[in-house]
C-alpha cells in the first residue's frame, strides 16, 4: 500500500467539471486499490469546506484545503515578480507552509500534482529539497501554453499581450516540470506529442485519456421523439473556450436553424455564466440555465448535443457525456480531439456556420441516422472509456516511479 497525496489546483469533489471529475476518478481508483489518499488543495469560497470533508469522509484518509488570498494582490504578485498569471493565481504561502507541515508529519511515496500551477509548491518547499523521496508525478491535463497561445491569437490588445506573456512562462515552468518529475501526462497522445518535440526527456511524458461514469451518465429510458431540433451544450459558462462556442454558434448559426424550425430550442446548460452568455437568452428559443444540480435530464430531453469549439485543448468531457448518453453529436474537429470517433459513424463533425445547420437538418430529418450514429458513440464509451481500464496504466506507471525512487533516491 501506498501513501499517496493529491496536491490539487481544486478540491475534486463534487466532480462536477472536467478536471475535478479526473482528480476524482483518479484518487478513488487509487483508494479502490488499496492506497492511502490525502488531498491538499487551496479554495476561495468558505462554502467549499463542505467539500473537503465530504470527500475526506467518503474516500480519503485526509482532505485539507487552505484558503487562498485576494485574488487581485495574487496577481499582482505574479506580474511583479516575472511569474506566470495562473501559476500566481494558485499560490498560497500559507499552503507552502502547510504543504511542508505535511511532509514533515507523514511519509508519503508519491506526491501527484493536478495541473502545473501546483509544481510551484514543490519547487519551492525546502523540505523536499532536503528530503527528496516522494515519487513526483504531474497531471498536466491539457498542454495550458498551446491553450495560452489560441487566446492570443483571437484577442486583441492588451489581452494579446497578457496571454502571449503567459504562453512563454507556462512554457518554459512545463518543461522545468518535464525534466523535474518521474512522470508527466496528459489527455491525449496529440498533446502529449506535441510537448515531446521540446521536452528535455520523452520517457517520462505519457497519455492517459479521461474515462466515463456510465452508472451516472446514461441514456433516457424513453427516447426523444421531437421534430423540432431540441439542441444542448453544458460546460462551466465563465470558461472562455465555452463562452467563445456558444456565442459564435448563436451569432453564425442559431437564426437560420430558426428559419427551418422556429419551435427549436438551445440549452446552454452549466455553472456561473458570463453576461455574453446571459445576453444570449434574449434570442427566441434559447435557455440559458445556470447552475443545474442534475444535468442529466437536460441531456435526456435534447436530441443533438452541439460542440463548436473554436479553442480547446484536450478531450472534452461534455462530448463523452453525451455519447453515454445516448445523444448524437455535432462538433468542430477541435471538439472531437482526442476521442476515439469517426465522423460518419459516431459523430458528425462541422466547421462552417452552413455545415452545422446541414448536419443538424441531418440528424433531425434522418432518425433512423442519427439512431445510429448514438448507438455508435455509446458503444465506444462502453469499449474504451470505463475509468477502471483507462486507468489501469496511471497505476502501474505509479508504481514503476515509487519502485525507481526507492531504488535510485536522488
Known amino acids: ?36 489518499i490525502s488531498v491538499l488543495a487551496p479554495f476561495e469560497e468558505d462554502l467549499e469546506l463542505d467539500f473537503f470533508k465530504a470527500l475526506e469522509k467518503q474516500y480519503c484518509e485526509m482532505a485539507v484545503g487552505i484558503k487562498l488570498s485576494n485574488k487581485l494582490l495574487r496577481l499582482c504578485s505574479g506580474l511583479i515578480k516575472e511569474k506566470a498569471l495562473s501559476i500566481a493565481n494558485f499560490y498560497s504561502n500559507d499552503l507552502q507552509k502547510g504543504f511542508d ?23 519551492k518547499s525546502q523540505w523536499l529539497k532536503e528530503n527528496p523521496g516522494p515519487a513526483l508525478l504531474m497531471d498536466f491535463m491539457d498542454l495550458d501554453s498551446d491553450k495560452w497561445r489560441q487566446y492570443s491569437e483571437r484577442s486583441g490588445l492588451p489581452m494579446k499581450w497578457v496571454y502571449q506573456r503567459e504562453t512563454k512562462l507556462i512554457n518554459k515552468f512545463e518543461l522545468n516540470i518535464a525534466a523535474h518529475f518521474d512522470a508527466c501526462f496528459f489527455i491525449t497522445d496529440a498533446e502529449k506529442a506535441l510537448f515531446s518535440k521540446d521536452a528535455p526527456n520523452n520517457d517520462n511524458i505519457f497519455a492517459i485519456e479521461n474515462g466515463m461514469d456510465t452508472e451516472t451518465f446514461k441514456p ?3 427516447p426523444i421523439t421531437s421534430e423540432q431540433p431540441i439542441l444542448l451544450f453544458t460546460g462551466v459558462m465563465d470558461y472562455a473556450p465555452n463562452v467563445d462556442a456558444v456565442v459564435w454558434f448563436v451569432e453564425n448559426v442559431w437564426s437560420e436553424i430558426l428559419a427551418k424550425w422556429p419551435e427549436a430550442k438551445f440549452y446552454i446548460a452549466g455553472m456561473s455564466p458570463s453576461d455574453k452568455v446571459n445576453n444570449l437568452s434574449k434570442h427566441k428559443g434559447i435557455v440559458v440555465t445556470g447552475f443545474v444540480e442534475d444535468i442529466l435530464p437536460y441531456f435526456h430531453q435534447a436530441t443533438i448535443f452541439v460542440g463548436p469549439f473554436r479553442i480547446a485543448r484536450g478531450v472534452q468531457n461534455k462530448v463523452l457525456q453525451a455519447f453515454a448518453c445516448g445523444v448524437p453529436v455535432v462538433s468542430t474537429n477541435m471538439g472531437a480531439e482526442g476521442i476515439r470517433c469517426k465522423n460518419q459513424e459516431s459523430i458528425l463533425l462541422a466547421a462552417t456556420p452552413e455545415e ?5 437538418e441531418t440528424l433531425t430529418l434522418d432518425k433512423a441516422l ?24 496511471f497505476d502501474r506507471i505509479l508504481n514503476q516511479a515509487v519502485t525507481a525512487k526507492v531504488k535510485t533516491p536522488k
Not at 475534486?12 to 478536471?19: M, R, T
Not at 452545422?356 to 443538424?360: E, G, T
Not at 442519427?370 to 496504466?393: C, K, R, T
Open 370 to 393: 442519427s439512431q445510429s450514429i448514438a448507438d455508435n458513440a455509446l458503444a465506444i464509451i462502453h469499449q474504451h472509456y470505463a475509468w477502471e481500464g483507462v486507468l489501469a496504466p
Open 356 to 360: 452545422f445547420v446541414d448536419r443538424i
Open 1 to 36: 500500500m501506498l501513501n499517496i497525496l493529491f496536491l490539487s489546483h481544486r478540491v475534486p469533489f463534487p466532480p462536477n467539471k472536467g478536471e475535478k471529475i479526473r482528480t476524482f476518478h483518479q484518487l478513488k481508483f487509487l483508494g479502490d486499490k488499496g492506497h492511502s
Open 220 to 222: 433516457a429510458t424513453t
Open 101 to 123: 507541515e505535511l511532509l514533515k508529519n507523514k511519509k508519503f511515496d508519491a506526491i501527484i500534482c493536478t495541473a502545473s500551477s501546483m509544481a510551484e509548491y514543490v519547487f
